[in-house]
């Protein structure tokens, strides 16, 4: 089982449609996190968040830590924002990571 | 910025052979990280190091070994490669600590036959 559960596994959007990717998580966490991976393997990091809301630019990345769940908005999606998602819980000194949500937006 | 650099980013390699993998990072964090990403599994931690010559396994330590003799630089052992580590190898480090973003390298993707 794993401890980190993202949805949904794919994602096909028109340009400027309202996006959401799931994470939900089963062990107590000190932080979450968001990571952005592009075609090619390169991963950034996007949102560290241990309470409450995050946004920058058009994401925007809530967490819930009594239901143990998070979320990444996209607002107005665009082709560039085609990329995997990945959400991670760290704790201590190791992360544990979802398996990603690859979205694909069509101009 | 922080820059953290793999070796190669594509290999090639035959069964039975040792293969080395480098990572290096420029802004002096004390943890380092090796990961391997399949399709469907997401990415999963093999080893980790939080100080030089020390070094921790991860979920999936089989098959690999690791070295770090200095701080910027952590490496991953195929002792002996086999075709079912033909998989992405993601490097990454940090400064210690949970809330702590980690920096990851372009990645090596790694192929055995």
């Known amino acids: 089982k794993n401890e980190v559960e993202q949805s949904p596994q794919n994602l096909t959007a028109q340009e400027g449609e309202f996006i959401t990717i799931n994470c939900s998580y089963s062990v107590g966490i000190s932080a979450l996190h968001w990571l952005q991976q592009h075609p090619g393997g390169g991963i950034v990091s996007l949102f560290m968040?241990?309470?409450g809301k995050k946004k920058h630019g058009r994401l925007i990345a809530t967490i819930n830590i009594q239901e143990k769940h998070s979320s990444l908005h996209i607002t107005a999606s665009h082709p560039r924002d085609s990329a995997v998602y990945i959400c991670a819980v760290g704790m201590r000194n190791q992360f544990y990571f979802g398996t990603g949500t690859s979205l694909t937006v069509i101009p | 910025d922080v820059k953290v650099t793999q070796s190669s980013r594509y290999l090639v390699k035959r069964t039975g052979e040792k293969v080395f993998l480098e990572c290096v990072q420029d802004?002096?964090?004390?943890?380092m990280f090796w990961y391997r990403q399949d399709p469907g599994l997401g990415l999963r931690l093999i080893y980790f190091s939080y100080d030089v010559k020390m070094k921790e396994k991860g979920d999936i330590p089989e098959g690999y070994s690791v070295s770090r003799e200095k701080k910027e630089r952590f490496s991953l052992i195929l002792e002996s490669a086999s075709t079912n580590q033909t998989s992405m190898y993601l490097c990454?480090?940090?400064?210690?600590?949970?809330?702590?973003?980690?920096?990851f390298g372009p990645g090596t993707r790694l192929t055995v036959l």
């Open positions: 990454a480090s940090r400064v210690t600590g949970a809330y702590n973003e980690q920096f």
């Open positions: 968040l241990s309470s």
């Open positions: 802004m002096d964090h004390e943890n």
